[in-house]
């Protein structure tokens, strides 16, 4: 568990700091990564490419993790995100469930998102 943790604090870390490298270390070539608005990617190559894609026009700012749940080869992440994407600041909360394979590659990852500010709609 420990080691899946650090997989992918340092896979968020990889955005923040616009450094590919870890990818090929940590996905397994068949991946496929569901986004949170709806973009599903479809091995290494197509995730590599947004990667490199993404950061030409973006930035992430803060991607700090919550909590880790881990249940056999799956673990749930919660964070907070926040970023600039073609001049315009982001936040949002999420949840990632990430699918490992016996040798602690990613082979399915898939985010959900909760939108900020919350509020309640019943003071």
């Given at each position: 568990?420990i ?18 490298v870890?990818?090929?270390?940590i ?33 992430v ?5 919550k ?30 469930l ?9 082979v ?9 500010p ?6």
């Amino acid at each position: 568990m420990i080691e899946r943790e650090q997989i992918i604090e340092n896979y968020f870390e990889s955005w923040i700091n616009k450094n590919n490298v870890i990818l090929r270390k940590i996905f397994d070539p068949n991946i496929i990564y569901s986004e949170c608005y709806g973009p599903e990617y479809h091995g290494l190559h197509a995730i590599e490419s947004w990667f490199e894609d993404w950061n030409k026009r973006g930035t992430v700012f803060v991607w700090n993790i919550k909590q880790f749940i881990h249940q056999g080869n799956l673990t749930a992440v919660e964070w907070y995100f926040k970023c600039e994407y073609e001049a315009e600041v982001g936040e949002f909360d999420g949840v990632s469930l990430i699918e490992f394979n016996n040798d602690n590659l990613i082979v399915n990852l898939k985010e959900f998102q909760s939108k900020i500010p919350h509020y309640y709609p019943y003071k």
